[in-house]
């Protein structure tokens, strides 16, 4: 039997692409090599899956490809157009600071929504399919695995990237995609934490704090980038949501052979002069106190420690000891706390790859390949990545959506 389409990888990005297809009367095959689809849906959004934001705009996302505009296919539409498919697959979605869940908060719940529509529609799906080879002859693609032969006269690659392998992305679609000519730009991990050389971070770990973050490098006097949010301390480094917006920024730059910094600053609503105040009153009100106790109602007291001893002071040491240039001292340390990066967590911690197959040999209107006629990609395989908060299903479901609805032409077929 000849499918109308291939799809490859039962993510969000190749289940949308399959059920648009199969909507538009395509007869559809999945074929996914683990034992079940969507399994990297029930780990997102710590299980409550965050599938789209109420603020939805091309400029949350990064792509190398410098002429290409995102801003043609993502825009505020696109969220109604990710809340309509969770409701057509029977999944009401709820809203909490903008970030859209399914109502139940339970992940699930979509992937329940995505199996029954893919069986409503009739498609093939196969798990457990171990490809070995795929090839191109006479407009028919054949994929050939250790359990089948597949044919079909669309292809569409949605295997996903490199993160998480445990999910079932392993890489092993970019060599699919290289195999047909494309070109893959180079992948690393992004939406993870950031290992840092500082050895003071031992004592740090557990630590969740509102931080303002500002990457420099030695040498250069500009801000490279800057994030505010809910910094986690960990024993090997920093983590939390403005780490990971910055982890594949900082990744590039540190593979430049460049040596970013990223300074914390503990107080981000209060100025350097006020800041400066503060910390003198509190000194000052006790002299007899130790420095660690008289910051203890000001500042975390893991955070505390750690500054007063970067400062060149003991904890211990009495208030009444303490100087207007130690309090300088303490003051710049906490507006400027220092972690030297010298790795990200790695794929298997990120939640999402920068990089991936090159969206200048994408025709965007359609996901369809540019060199191959009839090949197709979505999702994260592309060289696309979102910021957190729903921005990366989105993209799987939006370039699923495009792809299954443009594959399907049927006087193309
Ligand atoms: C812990 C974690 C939390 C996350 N939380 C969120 C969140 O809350 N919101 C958000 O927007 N994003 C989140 N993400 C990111 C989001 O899950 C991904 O961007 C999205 O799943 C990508 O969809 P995809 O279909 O392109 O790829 P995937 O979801 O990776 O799916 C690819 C599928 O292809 C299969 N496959 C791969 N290679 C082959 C092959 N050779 N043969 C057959 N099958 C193959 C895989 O097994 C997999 O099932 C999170 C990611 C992680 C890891």
């Given at each position: 039997m000849i499918y109308d389409i291939i799809v490859i990888g039962a993510g969000p990005a190749g289940m949308t692409a399959s059920i648009y297809a199969a909507r538009n009367k395509a007869n559809v095959c999945l074929l996914e090599h683990n034992d079940r689809t969507g399994r990297k849906i029930l780990s997102t959004g710590n299980g409550k899956c965050n599938i789209t934001n109420m603020n939805m705009s091309s400029e949350y996302y990064n792509t190398s490809s410098k002429n290409v505009d995102l801003s043609r296919i993502i825009d505020e539409r696109t969220t109604m157009e990710v809340i309509d498919l969770c409701n057509y697959m029977g999944i009401f979605t709820r809203v909490k600071n903008g970030y859209v869940y399914p109502y139940s908060e339970q992940a699930g719940a979509v992937l329940d929504g995505f199996n029954s529509e893919l069986s409503r529609l009739n498609v093939h799906t196969f798990t457990l399919v171990d490809i070995i080879d795929i090839t191109l002859r006479d407009g028919i693609y054949t994929v050939k695995s250790g359990s089948g032969i597949y044919e079909g006269r669309r292809l569409i690659i949605a295997?996903?990237?490199?993160?998480?392998?445990?999910?079932?992305?392993?890489?092993?679609c970019y060599e699919y995609a290289r195999s047909f000519g494309h070109h893959i730009v180079k992948v690393i991990p992004a939406l993870t934490g950031l290992i840092c050389k500082e050895k003071y971070f031992k004592e740090l770990k557990g630590v969740r704090t509102e931080a303002i973050l500002n990457v420099t490098v030695p040498g250069h006097s500009e801000m490279f980038f800057s994030e505010r949010g809910e910094l986690q301390l960990a024993e090997y480094g920093i983590s939390g949501i403005p780490v990971f917006q910055l982890c594949s920024r900082i990744k590039r730059l540190m593979d430049n052979g460049l040596n970013p910094v990223v300074n914390i600053?503990?107080?981000?609503?209060?100025?350097a002069g006020e800041l400066y105040r503060i910390i003198r009153e509190m000194i000052k009100r006790?002299?007899?106190?130790s420095v660690a106790s008289a910051l203890s109602g000001f500042l975390n007291n893991k955070i505390a420690s750690a500054v007063i001893r970067i400062s060149g002071l003991k904890p211990s040491g009495l208030c009444e000891n303490i100087s207007n240039s130690n309090i300088h001292a303490l003051c710049d340390i906490i507006k400027s706390f220092t972690a030297t990066p010298s790795d990200t967590r790695g794929f298997e911690n990120a939640q999402c790859c920068a990089g991936g197959v090159s969206l200048d040999e994408i025709n965007l209107n359609t996901m369809e390949s540019r060199l191959v006629p009839g090949l197709y990609f979505a999702g994260e395989i592309l060289d696309v990545d979102g910021i957190c908060g729903g921005y990366n299903l989105t993209w799987a479901v939006t370039s699923g959506r495009i792809a299954g609805l443009n594959s399907s032409v049927m006087e193309k077929i």
């Open positions: 295997g996903g990237s490199k993160c998480a392998s445990k999910t079932g992305s392993d890489g092993s600053d503990f107080t981000p609503d209060i100025s006790c002299p007899d106190s």
